[in-house]
């Protein structure tokens, strides 16, 4: 594959960086060759590994054309797990400052939509129906007034991640696990309505802080009809 002149540009000056930060790191070490590559994730993935004397990088290409001070707080995150090393605080935060940004996160949501797959199972489950359930809560707690996003299951029974609403394709999926009769109604309506609450309170981005449930959403959650009992119900599952 050719590279552009400008993508040339960055994965050279990606790879002084790491040259930098691996010598820093590991003064005493011989430097290895350093093979960057930027590729077309669906999120800004990144990740390292040392093989055969290689040092390869593989970044997601929506990282290329981040400020120099971006790339080297990654590196220096990378290189420090790939050493076993504490990560330098001051990487972790310049690098979330960066991914928090208003214009970076509006381009990994559209990058998500176009290259992403939502693997979701259709709403009207065995037992559940969340499209109706969906209403249920819509027109108790929000006055009908909330725009239904895609609803469905998720592929597979986790205990351990019961719902999630993800923005990027605008959809709940609530975990296979719920769709069966030993599961009270009350515990998927709560699990659902808590999922709809992050449409009606989207996550804060506080400088390197990404708040997810902010004070009015845990305020808001508390109005559940059931709320103690509901979340009683969900820890024996």
């Known amino acids: 594959m050719v590279l552009s002149e400008r993508m040339q540009v960055e994965t050279a000056a990606a790879e002084q960086t790491y040259a930098r930060v691996f010598q820093q790191l590991r003064p005493r070490t011989p430097l290895p060759a350093i093979c960057v590559q930027f590729r077309r994730y669906a999120n800004a993935n990144a990740q390292v590994r040392l093989d055969n ?17 971006v790339i080297e707080a990654l590196a220096e995150i990378l290189l420090s797990k790939l050493f076993r090393r504490p990560v330098p605080r001051h990487s972790n935060d310049t690098y979330r400052r960066y991914l928090n940004r208003r214009d970076v996160r509006r381009s990994l949501d559209l990058v998500r939509q176009i290259r992403g797959r939502k693997r979701v199972e259709p709403a ?12 249920e809560l819509n027109f108790r707690y929000f006055y009908g007034l ?42 998927v309506e709560y699990v659902l309505f808590h999922e709809m609450l992050h449409l009606r309170h989207p996550a804060e981005h506080r400088g390197a802080r990404r708040c997810v449930h902010t004070r009015e959403f845990k305020l808001a959650e508390k109005q559940f009809e059931g709320f103690k009992e509901a979340t009683a119900l969900l820890k024996r599952l």
């Open 124 to 135: 009207n489950g065995s037992c559940y129906n969340l499209d109706e359930m969906f209403e």
């Open 146 to 187: 909330m725009a239904r996003p895609v609803l469905g299951w998720s592929p597979n029974a986790s205990r351990t991640l019961l719902g999630h609403y993800d923005a990027s394709h605008n959809a709940i999926v609530l975990s296979r696990i719920l769709d069966r009769p030993e599961t009270p109604r009350l515990a």
């Open 53 to 69: 004397g290689t040092l390869h990088v593989r970044m997601a290409d929506t990282l290329a054309g981040a400020p120099p001070a």
